[in-house]
Nanobody
Framework: QVQLVESGGGLVQAGGSLRLSCAAS????????MGWYRQAPGKQRELVAT???????NYADSVKGRFTISRDNAKNTVYLQMNSLKPEDTAVYYC?????????????WGQGTQVTVSS
């Protein structure tokens, strides 16, 4: 079983920065890919960035050059550094982790953290 606890959301002015963190508590599982998704009001959840256990990263075009994803495998923690924030980045941000145990691979989601960017 995997529990994901997010922190770091909040209200920031356009052009500002925020750093999100997500710590995974695991029992009898190993964490593979981790990442961040977001969902704005009235829109579908979309990928923001992902990172493999080997630190290969992938970003949505809309955040490339502004956001940086990283992870600490020893702590099972993933981070999202968000710079040059825009009002269109306003959304609930969800942490994601793919876990693997003897039963197979499973997707896990955090509870979400609100990011609001004011113009």
């Amino acid at each position: 079983q995997v529990q994901l606890v997010e922190s770091g959301g909040g209200l920031v002015q356009a052009g500002g920065s925020l750093r999100l963190s997500c710590a995974a508590s695991v029992s009898k599982s190993s964490i593979r890919d981790m990442g961040w998704y977001r969902q704005a009001p009235g829109k579908q959840r979309e990928l923001v960035a992902t990172i493999t256990s080997g630190s290969t990263t992938n970003y949505a075009d809309s955040v490339k050059g502004r956001f940086t994803i990283s992870r600490d495998n020893a702590k099972n923690t993933v981070y999202l550094q968000m710079n040059s924030l825009k009002p269109e980045d306003t959304a609930v941000y969800y942490c994601y982790a793919e876990a693997e145990d003897v039963g197979g691979r499973f997707d896990n989601w955090g509870q979400g953290t609100q990011v609001t960017v004011s113009s």
